[in-house]
């Protein structure tokens, strides 16, 4: 054997046992920590699934709140480099520039700051190149990536944020989130916390359940997908469907914004609610910088609706009538000496006076003129012990059970701790601090025939499937008084709009009741109020016999020297415009249905045949209006319309014709006709059929292209019109 093959085999042996060296420190000695990498290769990790925080709705089902998730992008520029080695026809100068614009086109961030980043060296690199991308914005990002073929796009989950569709509408009782952890890092879980509002009341619901999923990924951060890997789902938060009416809600918060900028005020604050259920419908609390701040800020402050306090004035004076109503100590026709009133207790003296100058006054107009002095006399009758309770059981003092985050209880009190001039002073709203909303729920129980209810802002918690979870059902707290009484007192706060404090609410064809109030403010921390400054507030409901809504209104600080302090001159005209908004939505029918009930039917008379004078006694004696026509020297009625012993409205006038038949059927025609409707609205094709006594069935919605019975057709009360709409 000659030397070089000896050489040779040495050589070989020689390569041989370093191999085998080197394979014995990899795989036996891990020289190089590979076992590790193999393991976190071999072995899942858990990726954390964030769930969609729930959406909140008025009670039609109007989006007021939704969630977006945002995602961060990076790029793994070592799969452009090595796809571009494969034989990419793209170098990675042009897939940098690729992705660069992809990016920029569906998102705000600038080519130019994209492609710096791309090309900062070293480029065998991750990069992170954007974050706050929506899902939607994602999703298209994607779609681009893939149709041209792009590799290294790297997404991870950054945050959620709260999407508000009708931007500042509502903030004040929405609220706002917070975010706590780092949604693409390992060390902690991304979670979002109601901080105020209802985000925080119902976080629990709103939030949802964290999941997560077992992942394994290849060397080039490709996910593999693996049958044996575990996953448990995020599961979204639920739904609230709120009892707020986004009209209502936009009707309130306009006139409020309005009235505050006219009247100068402070803060201005308005609640709608339905008295016999408790809703809320509407609520607003807004201070004088409203138009200045994001709605961000306006969502982060407390909700002064539920939790400012003021002084209610004589919007309490209803509650001290009604006692007295009760225990028969006075009728409403029955004369109070209103001069002005000298008390003494203890050697301390007081003077009740009126704003304005009266001698004497019925019971009735007390409340219609706001007088101190005739509210002072008839609580002395009531005691202070009856006064105490009563306002207990209406709910001051205490919360209402509302759950509305920053709700106030009120400042009320204790009898024991009564003073001498206590009982005079709460009879007409001072030494008691209310809320608007406790004071909206005490006018819903005068206006619902004595159920204090529970206020409620939420109307069902749904889940992702928009299967009801949870509904909130109408609660009675307690029952007071008695229906005479509350009847009564209804026509007292009629009163105060009729000819009283609040004549500028009044409002043609729908009644109105309520009860004004100006009260001073009293000065923190001390005895005694502050000069030129009032809180001006208007409380009341419609319709009186049959309420639907309950309103109340609240200026804080309105202007004094314009004397926009006055309840009358402020918080009674926006009650006004309010109200006449709400009465003319296309779905409210109050002043039609108010009409209805005011009619009236009798059966007409037959008086055809009869003298004149004798028609007229029997008309008269029955109070019923009439017109006569034509000219008869016998005086002999020919014709009458309506016919004999046909319904019609009392409030109407019955035609009698002397002499002329033509003349009357030609009458008939006009009056009592089928008016044509066609090309009408439904709200005006309502209001026609209402005048007419014809009762309408509607099918479809838009202007009527169709009516079943023809226009000029004799019609008579109680007829059904079918009206077809598109």
């Keep these: 054997m000659n030397t070089r093959i000896k050489f040779f085999i040495a050589f070989n042996i020689l390569l041989i046992l370093i191999w085998i060296g080197y394979l014995f420190s990899i795989q036996i000695l891990d020289a190089h920590r590979l076992k590790e990498t193999v393991q976190i290769r071999q072995n899942p990790s858990k990726e954390i699934l964030i769930p969609n925080r729930g959406n909140i709705y008025d009670r039609e089902g109007e989006l007021l709140v939704s969630s977006v998730k945002f995602y961060q992008l990076d790029i793994d520029r070592c799969a452009i480099i090595d796809d571009c080695k494969r034989g990419s026809q793209l170098t990675v100068k042009e897939n940098f520039a690729k992705i660069a614009q992809i990016i920029s086109d569906c998102s705000t961030i600038k080519k130019n700051q994209l492609l710096k980043k791309l090309n900062k060296k070293p480029q065998y690199s991750s990069i992170y190149l954007a974050k706050g991308i929506s899902e939607n914005q994602l999703h298209i990002i994607k779609q681009k990536f893939a149709k041209q073929n792009i590799k290294g796009l790297v997404t991870s989950f950054s945050n959620i944020k709260r999407s508000y569709p009708h931007n500042k509408l509502g903030s004040n009782f929405l609220g706002i989130i917070d975010d706590k952890g780092d949604g693409h890092s390992s060390n902690s879980i991304y979670t979002t916390v109601g901080k105020n509002g209802i985000e925080a009341t119902y976080n629990q619901q709103l939030s949802g359940e964290v999941g997560w999923r077992e992942t394994i990924y290849d060397a080039n951060n490709r996910m593999i997908p693996l049958l044996f890997l575990k996953e448990r789902p995020a599961i979204p938060g639920k739904s609230l469907y709120l009892t707020i009416d986004k009209e209502i809600q936009e009707i309130l918060e306009e006139k409020l914004i309005l009235g505050m900028g006219e009247y100068k005020a402070k803060n201005a604050i308005g609640i709608v609610m339905e008295p016999h259920t408790g809703e809320i419908l509407a609520m607003v609390g807004l201070n004088k910088d409203h138009k200045n701040k994001s709605a961000k800020e306006l969502r982060s402050v407390t909700n002064i609706a539920a939790s400012f306090m003021f002084e209610p004035g004589s919007t309490l004076k209803p509650i001290t009538a009604l006692l007295a109503l009760e225990e028969n100590i006075y009728k409403p026709t029955d004369i109070i000496d209103c001069t002005d009133y000298h008390l003494e207790y203890e050697s301390e003296e007081r003077i009740i006076k009126d704003d304005h100058e009266y001698k004497t006054l019925n019971f009735k107009d007390i409340i219609a003129y706001s007088s101190n002095v005739g509210i002072s006399k008839i609580v002395e009758e009531i005691g202070s012990k009856v006064l105490y309770e009563r306002m207990i059981a209406m709910g001051f003092g205490h ?267 030609q009458m008939n025609v006009e009056d009592y006709a089928m008016p044509n409707l066609i090309g009408l609205s439904l709200r005006k094709a309502i209001a026609i059929s209402n005048r007419s006594s014809v009762k309408l069935v509607v099918r479809g919605n838009g202007i009527i292209v169709a009516q079943s019975i023809k226009q000029g057709s004799n019609i008579k009360f109680g007829d059904v019109c079918t009206v077809t709409a598109k």
């Design 399 to 665: 919360k209402t059970g509302s759950n509305i985050s920053g709700e106030a209880s009120g400042i009320f009190r204790k009898l024991k701790d009564w003073q001498g001039f206590s009982l005079h002073s709460i009879s007409f709203g001072q030494e008691i601090s209310v809320s608007a909303l406790q004071l909206a729920n005490s006018y819903c129980t005068l206006a619902n025939g004595g159920k204090v209810m529970q206020p409620h802002l939420i109307k069902e918690i749904r889940d992702k499937d928009n299967k009801v979870i949870t509904s909130f059902n109408p609660k009675v707290m307690r029952k007071i008084s008695n229906k005479k009484s509350l009847d009564t007192l209804k026509e007292f706060l009629k009163g105060v709009v009729d000819y009283g404090t609040a004549t500028g609410t009044k409002l043609e064809n729908l009644s109105i009741a309520g009860k004004t109030g100006t009260s001073e403010k009293s000065i923190s921390g001390k005895i005694g109020y502050e000069e030129e400054k009032y809180t001006s507030v208007f409380a009341g409901f419609f319709p009186v016999n049959k309420p639907e809504y309950v309103m109340v209104i609240v200026y804080d600080e309105a202007d004094y020297k314009s004397y926009a302090y006055y309840a009358s001159l402020s918080a009674v005209p926006t009650f006004r415009d309010v109200v006449k908004k709400i009465v003319n939505l296309p779905d409210t029918d109050i002043i039609a249905n108010e009409k209805e009930d005011s009619k009236k039917f009798v059966f007409a008379p037959n008086v055809t045949g009869m003298q004149l004078d004798k028609a007229i006694n029997l008309l008269q004696k029955k109070g019923i209006n009439f017109v006569v026509t034509g000219n008869n020297e016998a005086g002999k009625i020919i014709d009458q319309y309506p016919k004999p012993n046909t319904s019609f409205d009392k409030n109407e006038t019955i035609i009698l014709n002397l002499d002329n038949k033509q003349e009357a059927e």
